[in-house]
Nanobody
Framework: QVQLVESGGGLVQPGESLRLSCTASVSIFSITAVGWYRQAPGKQRELVATFISGTTTNYADSVKGRFTISRDNAKNTVYLQMNSLKPEDTAIYYC?????????????WGQGTQVTVSS
């Protein structure tokens, strides 16, 4: 079982920055994939940024060049640095981890943290 705890959300104005943190209850070094998704009101949950297979990253086109995912394995923490925020980035951001054990894949989610971008 992997528990994920997010922090760092809040209300910011367009153009400002936020950094989200996600701390896992287990070593993220051994997790298959870990990253961030978001869900805006009335929309499906979508990938924002994730690590796959170690240090390989994958970003949604809408955040490329503005968001950066990073990790600190010693702290079991993944970060999402969000710059140049836009109103359309408003959503609940969820930390996600995926682990494969004996050919069975497990998905874990944090409780979510609200990000609101508004003037």
């Amino acid at each position: 079982q992997v528990q994920l705890v997010e922090s760092g959300g809040g209300l910011v104005q367009p153009g400002e920055s936020l950094r989200l943190s996600c701390t896992a209850s287990v070593s993220i070094f051994s997790i298959t994939a870990v990253g961030w998704y978001r869900q805006a009101p009335g929309k499906q949950r979508e990938l924002v940024a994730t690590f796959i297979s170690g240090t390989t990253t994958n970003y949604a086109d809408s955040v490329k060049g503005r968001f950066t995912i990073s990790r600190d394995n010693a702290k079991n923490t993944v970060y999402l640095q969000m710059n140049s925020l836009k109103p359309e980035d408003t959503a609940i951001y969820y930390c996600h981890a995926q682990n494969t054990i004996r050919l069975v894949t497990y998905d874990y989610w944090g409780q979510g943290t609200q990000v609101t971008v508004s003037s």
